[in-house]
């Protein structure tokens, strides 16, 4: 299925919204709710937003890895155990 066909009204959210929730449920792919012909909103099911925002929240782990390396903020992992004991 091509993401045209998972573009619909508001309109048809409001008549169909038991059978999208469980569309959604069993796999589909997210919803794209349009009102006044824009595009307004993003349904889709509660695991498929989990698996999103894990995976930003991993992406921005990343990303300040990259600043830091970039910044110098680093130190080698030589000798990590020792320097791990001196701070307790």
Do not use: C, W
Not at 14 to 30: C, F, N, Q, Y
């Amino acid at each position: 299925m091509n993401i045209q066909d998972r573009v619909k009204p508001i309109s048809f959210l409001k008549a169909h919204s038991a059978d999208v929730i469980r569309e959604l449920g069993e796999g589909a792919s997210p919803l794209i709710v349009t009102q006044n012909g824009e595009a307004k909103a993003v349904l889709q099911d509660i695991g498929s937003y989990e698996q999103t925002q894990e995976a930003l929240a991993l992406l921005k782990l990343i990303a300040l890895g990259r600043d830091d390396m970039a910044a110098g903020r680093t130190a080698p992992v030589a000798g990590l155990a020792d320097r791990i004991r001196a701070r307790g």
